[in-house]
């Protein structure tokens, strides 16, 4: 067990006019035991954190800690760290439970009896449901099998951080909801100070004790589930957590209401709230909308259905509110379609503390979460 620490980090890969710059100044501190998710889309440079990690890429600026020691000059062989890479790296001429039993026969973290091996395969292998694969070969099996495998290898020996990038990302919904319950069981896996990376909000709200969100090279946030979902620092923040996207709209500031939709969204001006150009943004997750007319301390308004969609238990709606030709379409995602059909008109509402309030913004540029529409205090 161990923590690990990142310090202003930076990696570039290749030169000149084809150079990359994969991290920036990148800081992290991972706590002794703790499950830490870097949750990022693609090329955002998850991978680098976690080969800078493991010492498989030459940084240019930076250090990283394992345990309170630097790790400049450490092979990768020597730092206790277990990588689990995306594309599944198995012996194809073993079979299953010889590849999972090579990192425990290797005697690099100690030395285990035939009994020790079998006890600790068979703990990785049922929780990943891997236990009746155990007599075949790489070959034999599928690509999802094959990445949880892969993930057992890593899993079952000790080791003083375990470093996992995207490793259930060949499984199908339903086993990746399975395995994300279980994996955080898995014996070490509950107090070895694991680096997880994930390009799957979900995965990444599940797991982590704490979430950094990457974005570009850079860290632009770092928090609990709880934090990063309820109070995201940026609208890039806000777009990450959640399928479908948080709804945004412009609004402008006017009568103690910011005002949007052509005036059909109107949500009280929150005391402190400094808007010096008069305007904002404000954003509406799916799910804190309700169906139906709200009390005192929502938002409510009204609007047409447009689509409605079946999505397995719950409905998405796409209401349009507003004037026509200036109106919003706001998506709603709904336990129950309380009897909403396309071409209706809906009443919706949210609490004003789900109600979030961002600085204003050109276009598709993000922009800064000021506060929600009940916070005390929003700094401008
Ligand atoms: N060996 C390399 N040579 C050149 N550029 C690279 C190399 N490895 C990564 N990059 C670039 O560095 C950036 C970060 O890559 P990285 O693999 O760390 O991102 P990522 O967030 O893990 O992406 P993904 O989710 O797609 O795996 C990307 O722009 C990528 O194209």
Redo the contacts with the bound molecule.
């Keep these: 067990m161990a923590t690990v620490r990142i310090a202003n980090l930076s990696k570039t890969?290749?030169n000149g006019k084809s150079a990359?710059e994969?991290l920036v100044g990148v800081d992290l501190s991972i706590g002794d035991g703790e499950f830490f998710v870097v949750l990022?889309?693609?090329?955002?440079?998850?991978?680098?954190?976690l080969k800078s990690v493991a010492g498989l890429v030459d940084v240019e600026a930076g250090d990283v800690e394992i345990a309170g020691v630097s790790m400049e000059g450490v092979e990768p062989y020597h730092r206790n760290v277990a990588m689990a890479f995306?594309s599944y790296a198995l012996y194809p001429q073993k079979t299953v439970f010889d590849n999972l039993a090579s990192p425990l026969r290797s005697g690099r973290t100690g030395r285990y009896t035939a009994q020790q091996q079998q006890q600790r395969i068979e703990a990785v292998t049922t929780t990943l449901g891997i236990d009746h694969l155990l007599k075949r070969f790489p070959r034999e099996l599928s690509n999802g099998q094959r990445q949880r495998v892969a993930l057992g290898r890593v899993l079952v020996r000790p080791a003083d951080v375990y470093l996992l990038?995207?490793p259930l990302s060949h499984l199908d919904a339903k086993l990746r909801a399975q395995m994300r319950a279980e994996l955080k069981q898995l014996g070490d896996m509950s107090n070895t100070t694991s680096l997880y990376?994930t390009?799957d909000y979900q995965e990444a709200l599940a797991l982590g004790n704490r979430i950094a969100v990457?974005r570009a090279?850079r860290v632009v946030q770092v928090g609990t589930p709880e934090e990063i979902w309820r109070r995201p620092v940026d609208t890039f923040v806000a777009k990450a957590l959640g399928q479908p996207e948080i709804n945004l709209f412009d609004v402008t500031a006017g009568q103690g209401a910011l005002r949007g939709a052509g005036g059909d969204l109107s949500v009280p001006v929150p005391r402190h709230l400094d808007l010096p150009e008069g305007r904002a943004r404000i954003g509406i997750r799916p799910r804190d909308l309700q169906l139906g007319p709200g009390g005192p301390g929502t938002l409510s308004f009204r609007g047409r259905v447009s689509l409605a969609e079946r999505l397995g238990r719950l409905m998405e709606f796409s209401v349009d509110v507003g004037p026509q030709g200036g109106s919003e379409r706001v998506i709603v995602v709904a336990d129950s379609d309380a009897g909403a059909r396309e071409g209706d008109v809906v009443d919706l509402h949210l609490s004003l503390e789900n109600v979030h309030v961002f600085a204003p913004a050109a276009g598709a540029e993000d922009s800064r979460r000021l506060g929600s529409a009940t916070e005390e205090r929003v700094s401008w």
Excluded at 40 to 49: D, L, N, Q, R, Y
Aim: aromatic share 4%; glycine share 24%; proline share 5%.
């Design positions: 890969y290749g990359v994969a990022g889309p693609s090329g955002a440079g998850k991978t680098t954190v995306e990038d995207e990376v390009h990457l090279g």
